[in-house]
């Protein structure tokens, strides 16, 4: 394998999705939630949270500020999975129907070169994205507030990995399926482990076996909602997960296992091992 070709290819990928208006749009998006958010944070804290008393208003404060950040981080993930998802569902289908990609295999590059090169692009773009959007949020809560989330580095490292874990499937269906189709079949997977993970939070909530065990099958499906919500874990206060406020859209009932990460990194890998896969035998 060339690892010269793949890096060429990865920064080809690169720069043209970030020439597409997909991603000026999710930035403009960004920028604008990032000034909402840093709006409605600013009158929240001054107008509407204690700022002087005893342990108790102190506990409470906390509790809120860490809703406000993961409230913020579940916007940003959102919009971080739909680029991801949107600039990589075209990028080997739509070449393929175009025929443009018979330009690239046609020169001494392999086809898995193709595929990889192409996501270590998205990898790339999508880390730089999400760290300015995690750091804008993490950014206006503490220079507003002081308050820092605890094990951020472990927190958003597990966003990460949900994040490119769905660009990967993705890659995959698009290395097989149309871009309609790819798109039909990525955000259903997504709505199903959203569904899912509400339910097992319910279900744990009210102490229903069976609405848990539906939950964690959806998760082992996809597990992108169990990643975020292990990743939520991760950054909120013991105190405040026992008290069942602060996690926000993000509030864990029933906690997901670290093994959970594991198999996400492990979904990960075999999804793109099937995109090599489809994309080395494809007709083109």
Not at 106 to 115: G, Q
Not at 139 to 161: C, D, E, K, S
């Amino acid at each position: 394998m060339d690892l010269h070709s793949i890096f060429v290819i990865a920064r080809l990928t690169f720069k043209e999705a970030a020439r597409r208006r997909i991603l000026l749009a999710a930035l403009l998006l960004g920028i604008s939630f990032l000034i909402l958010y840093g709006i409605g944070v600013h009158y929240i804290y001054t107008e509407a949270l204690p700022q002087d008393g005893g342990p108790t208003t102190t506990i409470v404060t906390r509790q809120a500020l860490n809703f406000l950040l993961m409230s913020g981080l579940y916007a940003i993930n959102f919009l971080t999975l739909a680029m991801g998802a949107l600039i990589s569902a075209d990028t080997l289908a739509g070449e393929i129907n175009s025929g443009t990609i018979q330009a690239i295999v046609t020169k001494p590059i392999r086809r898995r070169e193709v595929v990889i090169g192409k996501w270590l692009g998205f990898t790339g773009l999508i880390g730089l994205y999400l760290t300015l959007m995690v750091g804008g949020v993490m950014g206006i809560i503490y220079f507003r507030t002081g308050y820092a989330a605890p094990n951020i580095p472990n927190g958003v490292a597990i966003i990460y990995l949900e994040t490119i874990l769905v660009m990967t499937i993705t890659l995959a269906c698009s290395s097989t399926l149309s871009t309609l189709a790819t798109g039909g079949v990525v955000f259903g997977l997504y709505g199903l482990a959203f569904i899912g993970g509400f339910v097992e939070q319910i279900g744990a909530a009210l102490r229903n076996e069976t609405a848990v065990n539906i939950g964690i099958l959806s998760s082992l499906i996809m597990p992108s909602e169990a990643l975020l919500r292990r990743a939520s874990y991760e950054m909120t206060p013991p105190i405040t997960q026992t008290l069942g406020f602060g996690g926000g859209p993000l509030m864990v009932v029933s906690v997901p296992s670290p093994l959970m990460v594991t198999y996400g990194a492990l979904y990960l890998a075999l999804m793109l091992a099937f995109a090599l896969r489809q994309f080395g035998r494809r007709d083109l």
